[in-house]
């Protein structure tokens, strides 16, 4: 696939592309995958890996606002 398949995941993430796309270029690289050949099911792999680490950045600086203990 090209990256129209990558395009199009960033795009429903609906977060800003510069934030998004390093991210999960990053991710497939480090996974041996190159963005120009990504399929569907590399994506969901990589996909749940950025979610947590999303989840984690976010806890973090809940915690440091002091929002959460």
Do not use: W, Y
């Amino acid at each position: 696939m090209d990256h129209k398949l990558l395009d199009q995941v960033i795009d429903l993430t609906g977060l800003p592309s510069h934030f998004v796309r390093p991210r999960l270029e990053a991710m497939l690289q480090k996974k041996g995958i190159e963005p120009e050949a990504v399929t569907l099911d590399d994506l969901r792999v990589v996909l749940v890996d950025f979610l947590q680490d999303v989840i984690v950045e976010a806890k973090e600086t809940a915690r440091e606002c002091n929002f959460i203990s």
